[in-house]
C-alpha cells in the first residue's frame, strides 16, 4: 500500500529558509501536495506539484520533487513566525483519488 | 463564504451516545470524503462518497456509518461512541471529474468522555 513519510519536527530562526521533506512510495502517484494545518484549524492547500514537473515555485514557496528517489521537499523561504504550523505532505491514490498523508512536520519558527 | 462547512466544531459526548456531524460543501464538486486525525495528528481516509454512492470504505468500525443526502453533503453518524472515537474528524470534497485539488473543512473535535 502507499505510504508517506516525514520527519516530525523542524526548528528555524525567522528569516532563514525552511526545508521540509517528505518520501512516498506509490510510483503511480499523479499529485503531490502540501497542506499546512494551524493550531486548531483545519487544513489548508500550500500548493501542489503535478508528477510529470520537478519544481514548482509559489512566492516563497518551492516545491522539488524527484519521482526517481520518490522524494518531496517544501522550501519556504524568508520563513515568518506566521508560517510555524504543521505541514502535510499528500499523494493522490491514482484509483479513487483519494490522499494518503504523511504524520506531518511540525515547523517551530523562533523570533 | 465557506467552501466546505462541518457543524458541530466541537462535540463532547459521553460513551454509549449516538452523535451526527455534518458537512457541506458549496463548490459543486462531485466527491466528499471523511478523514480521521487521532491526537498524534494522523490523517486517515475513512470513507469517500462521489456523486451520492459509496466508493471507499477504509476499515472502520459499522459504528460509523456516512449518509449522503446529495451530491453537497456528506454527514457522519456515530452509534455507541468509545473513548477512542476521540479526534478530531475532517470533511473534504473535490471534483474528481475535472481532477482538482481537495478542500477541506475546519474539522470537528469529538471528545468521548
Known amino acids: 500500500g502507499e505510504d508517506v513519510e516525514q520527519s516530525l519536527f523542524l526548528s528555524v530562526r525567522e528569516g532563514d529558509s525552511s526545508v521540509i521533506n517528505c518520501t512516498y512510495t506509490d510510483s503511480s502517484s499523479t499529485y503531490l501536495y502540501w497542506y499546512k494545518q494551524e493550531p486548531g484549524a483545519g487544513l489548508q492547500l500550500l500548493t501542489y506539484i503535478f508528477s510529470n514537473m520537478d519544481m514548482k515555485q509559489d512566492q516563497r514557496l518551492t516545491v522539488l520533487l524527484n519521482k526517481k528517489d520518490k522524494h518531496l521537499s517544501l522550501r519556504i523561504a524568508d520563513t515568518q513566525t506566521g508560517d510555524s504550523a504543521i505541514y502535510f505532505c499528500a499523494e493522490k491514490d491514482s484509483g479513487y483519488s483519494t490522499l494518503t498523508f504523511g504524520k506531518g512536520t511540525m515547523l517551530l519558527v523562533s523570533p | 463564504d465557506t467552501a466546505v462547512s462541518q457543524t458541530p466544531k466541537y462535540l463532547v459526548t459521553q460513551m454509549g451516545n449516538d452523535k451526527s456531524i455534518k458537512c457541506e460543501q458549496n463548490?459543486?464538486?462531485?466527491?466528499m470524503y471523511w478523514y480521521k486525525q487521532d491526537s498524534k495528528k494522523f490523517l486517515k481516509i475513512m470513507f469517500s462518497?462521489?456523486?451520492?454512492?459509496?466508493?471507499i470504505n477504509e476499515t472502520v468500525p459499522n459504528r460509523f456509518s456516512p449518509k449522503s443526502p446529495d451530491k453537497a453533503h456528506l454527514n457522519l453518524h456515530i452509534n455507541s461512541l468509545e473513548l477512542g472515537d476521540s479526534a478530531v474528524y475532517f470533511c473534504a470534497s473535490r471534483n474528481r471529474a475535472a481532477n482538482t485539488e481537495a478542500f477541506f473543512g475546519q474539522g470537528t473535535r469529538l471528545t468521548v468522555v
Open positions: 462518497y462521489n456523486n451520492k454512492e459509496l466508493i
Open positions: 463548490l459543486g464538486h462531485d466527491t
